[in-house]
């Protein structure tokens, strides 16, 4: 089975949306399931206002079209609202192709913390980009049923997962002053990073990411270390080395980097929020609290091997799995690849 993922987030952007779908695609090859992309890389691109190190791409209908075909897809699945994702649901609408969509941003808070814009606006638009979709996936249950009471219509559930070979505890030390509270992830308005930032704790706050508040909150806060974009085993390293992993967002659908940290071996300290309560619910591997501080510090008390034990249930096959039993349930599969030959997209 061959499954073209349309996405306006791609490399050498570094977020959870560009994560999970590499992630998807590995675990998938164990299911004989092939995934190919049509991302930015095969347009034309500008920077994001506010947000510099985003680009968009600036996809042609006719291109798009091309794209598609050559991929030759056995089913279409539209990740991002995005312009990419725009075109290709035009599209697969045009031709009356089945498709699937993912619901990964929440859009509508992310907006208002940049400009005042009414979210119920952003929600409409949103449920008319996904409508026409077979299924809307989505990561957790509690977001699957906030979508149905928002309007939505074949919300379904799309589990994530971790690479408990990449994450994993280890011997590390960072030479910073212990307790280590460490935070990854976008250095962005919207990440709440502040109210980590603010807090009056012991040892040492680090931050890991890059983004376009970097600047600004280095400094604002010189005594936090700011350590800007890792890859591959140098994240890894960084989780094990910390003493608790600090969760400030409030906006967050999921947050791959809790189970991250958690496969590590690090409890978790968050706002008892969506994200970080759909994740850890009622298992001993985190503190969801209104006081943050508090949290933070309860979670020193946290077993560390409780951490590794529950991540070890997250695995990214069955994410894959759950992905590709969606779409076949749904029976959004496309008509032999000839019928999408030489057909003109209109414009």
């Not at 092939?34 to 680009?55: H, K």
């Not at 992310?110 to 638009?125: D, G, N, T």
């Not at 077979?134 to 906030?146: F, G, I, K, N, S």
Request: glycine fraction near 6%; include cysteine.
């Amino acid at each position: 089975m061959r499954i073209l993922v349309a996405t306006d987030a791609w490399h050498p952007q570094v977020n959870g949306v560009v994560r999970t779908l590499t992630k998807l695609a590995d675990a998938a090859k164990s299911l004989d399931v092939e995934f190919s992309f049509l991302t930015p890389q095969s347009f034309r691109t500008f920077a994001m206002p506010s947000y510099r190190d985003v680009r968009l791409a600036m996809p042609r209908p006719a291109r798009i079209a091309r794209l598609i075909e050559e991929a030759r897809p056995d089913s279409i699945h539209v990740a991002t609202e995005g312009p990419i994702g725009l075109m290709v649901r035009r599209y697969c609408l045009q031709r009356a192709l089945p498709f699937t969509t993912s619901f990964h941003t929440r859009f509508p808070e992310y907006v208002r913390a940049r400009v005042p814009v009414p979210e119920s606006l952003i929600w409409r638009a949103l449920r008319r980009f996904h409508g026409a979709s077979r299924a809307v996936m989505a990561a957790t249950p509690a977001l699957v049923r906030e979508l149905g009471e928002r309007g939505f219509e074949n919300v379904v559930l799309w589990p994530r997962g971790v690479d408990t070979k990449l994450f994993h505890p280890r011997a590390i030390d960072l030479c910073l002053p212990a307790p280590v509270f460490l935070c990854v992830g976008r250095v962005a308005v919207e990440k709440n990073l502040e109210a980590f930032l603010a807090l009056d704790l012991p040892g040492t706050k680090v931050i890991v990411g890059d983004g376009p508040a970097r600047a600004s909150l280095e400094q604002a806060y010189p005594d936090a270390i700011f350590l800007g974009e890792r890859h591959g085993e140098a994240p890894a390293e960084i989780y094990a080395a910390a003493d608790v992993f600090v969760f400030p967002s409030r906006t967050d659908t999921f947050g791959l980097v809790l189970l991250e940290a958690l496969a590590s071996g690090l409890p978790v300290a968050a706002f008892p929020v969506k994200g970080p309560r759909d994740v850890i619910g009622e298992a001993p591997v985190g503190v969801l609290d209104e006081d943050l501080r508090n949290a933070c510090l309860a979670a020193l008390d946290i077993s560390r091997q409780a951490c590794v034990e529950f991540a070890a249930d997250h695995t990214w096959e069955a994410s894959a799995r759950a992905f590709v039993d969606s779409i076949l349930a749904v029976g959004a599969v496309l008509p032999p690849a000839g019928g999408l030959e030489h057909q003109r997209f209109v414009a």
